[in-house]
């Protein structure tokens, strides 16, 4: 891997990890195009721009991190077992769904569906406006639908988000709670790939990791504050068109 790869890579780690798209999806798609092979070194760079992502949430909710904001974090861990638990458990079955075709379906299924919540979606229907507002009922069923994130193509960011709106969050809310959620999420899957592949950093150039890591953080920062201000004046609808388009012409393209 050398710079530019460092760079786009990093570009779409932070572009893609906290909007309904699928940042795995579309880092498995981009390393097909550049040629780049699913091994340990690019493993061990994909850790590493993921960390650089939820530095970006740290950055942004730096408030939520005040002891006084005990009873959420207690509702995001509520949310992360079912997640954490799935995927403890069938680890390497979800390692073997890691493919294009898998990818493109799940865009297409996830962008069909972000479709039709928005097409029932009723404003006054969803009176959680905001984090504090949050039931524990409410983040357990969130927790529920953040399994099907280990879909790779499916979007941890979409599953939340949706099951968000489901049980009674608004587009903003649910969004929010997303980021927060992807906390112990991406702490516990990049601690874990780290464990499993530690010893690829000893041979991985750190040049690479250096710019991924940097570009990945600034990007995911920035797009986290654009995304809240495009759900003050637009829908989900675009997301939904946005996958079941790139899904599609994955399907041509590779499959």
Known sequence: MDIFHA???????????FLPISSTGHLIVAAELMGLHQDDHNTAFKIIIQLAAILAVFATY?????????????KVFIAFLPIASIGFLFADSIE??????????????????????EH????????????DQLTYKQTLWVGFAQIF????GTSRAGATIIGGMLTGL????????????????????????????YDAFA???FT???????VSFLVAWLSIKLFLKFLQHFTFRAFGIYRILLGSALLIWFV
């Open 7 to 17: 760079i786009v890579l990093g570009i779409i780690e932070g572009l893609t990890e």
């Open 62 to 74: 730096a408030e939520r991190f005040h002891p006084s904001q005990y009873q959420l974090w207690i």
């Open 96 to 117: 073997a769904l890691f493919n294009v075709a898998t990818v493109a379906w799940m865009f297409i299924i996830g962008g069909i569906i972000f479709l039709v919540v």
């Open 120 to 131: 029932f979606y009723k404003e006054s229907q969803h009176t959680v406006r905001n984090l």
């Open 149 to 152: 994130a280990l879909i790779p």
């Open 170 to 197: 608004d587009r903003k809310t649910s969004a929010e709670f997303s980021f927060l959620l992807a906390l112990p999420v991406l702490t516990a899957t990049s601690g874990y790939s780290l464990l499993k592949h």
């Open 203 to 205: 041979q991985t150039s």
């Open 208 to 214: 690479p990791l250096i710019v991924g890591f940097v």
